[in-house]
């Protein structure tokens, strides 16, 4: 059972335009989601995380919201460089387990 | 300051063999978690070890094992090897357990023949 779905697989975007990826959770436990990039052969990098108790972070040109009572997060990323092409995770975790859930990830193309 | 270090990138083995992965996380951190990155499941959570104990194991065969060591090194390994456990094997570290952001390596690539 898929507890965080990303379910578009892949994503293409115009250079300045702004990219929108989207996350859905199904455990009401989790507390605290993280979005994670991730390039070619290297290892995912934390982008910018939220907590339950907010509804939006903002970190640049990244920002994270998050709909609790749809138990559903967005990343926005405006405006989008070439550079953020790569696959970007949602992840969640909460009380009563401290581990990490990832969905499978959306392939964002950032086209020049 | 080091980054998390995994040994090694990649890795061939047979069916049937075993197979240990090492991860030294960043200094000072003691939480280590394992994942299996697939292109069908993305990543999966394996294991997590805090103070030499794991705390939380995924839903994966009692063929994966982990330990950590109390320099918080962790090792990770895999018995009687399966075409199927072919996968990017990722390891993070973070200061503690909890809701805190997790460090990743760059992962060792098992390619199981």
């Known amino acids: 059972d898929q507890q965080v779905k990303q379910n578009s697989p892949s994503l293409s975007v115009q250079e300045g335009r702004i990219s929108i990826l989207n996350c859905d959770y199904t455990n009401s436990m989790f507390d605290y989601f993280l979005w994670y990039k991730k390039y070619p052969a290297e290892g995912p990098t934390f982008l910018i995380s939220?907590?339950?108790?907010?509804d939006k972070n903002e970190d640049g040109r990244f920002t994270v919201f998050l709909n609790k009572s749809a138990k559903h997060l967005s990343l926005h990323i405006v405006p989008s460089q070439p550079g953020d092409s790569a696959v970007y995770f949602c992840a969640a975790s909460g009380r009563g387990s401290e581990k990490l859930v990832f969905g499978k990830g959306t392939k964002l193309t950032v086209n020049p | 300051k080091a980054g998390v270090t995994q040994t090694p990138r990649y890795l061939i083995k047979t069916r049937g063999q075993q197979v240990t992965l090492s991860c030294s996380p960043i200094?000072?951190?003691?939480?280590v978690s394992w994942y299996q990155q697939t292109p069908g499941q993305g990543l999966q959570f394996l294991f997590e070890y805090f103070s030499e104990t794991q705390r939380n194991k995924g839903n994966f065969p009692g063929r994966f094992s982990g330990r950590q060591f109390s320099n918080s090194r962790s090792e990770m390994n895999v018995s009687t090897l399966e075409l199927g456990d072919s996968a990017l094997y990722l390891c993070?570290?973070?200061?503690?357990?909890?809701?805190?952001?997790?460090?990743f390596g760059q992962g060792t690539r098992l390619t199981v023949v």
């Open positions: 200094s000072g951190h003691r939480s």
């Open positions: 939220i907590s339950s108790i907010k």
């Open positions: 993070a570290s973070s200061l503690q357990p909890g809701n805190t952001e997790a460090f």
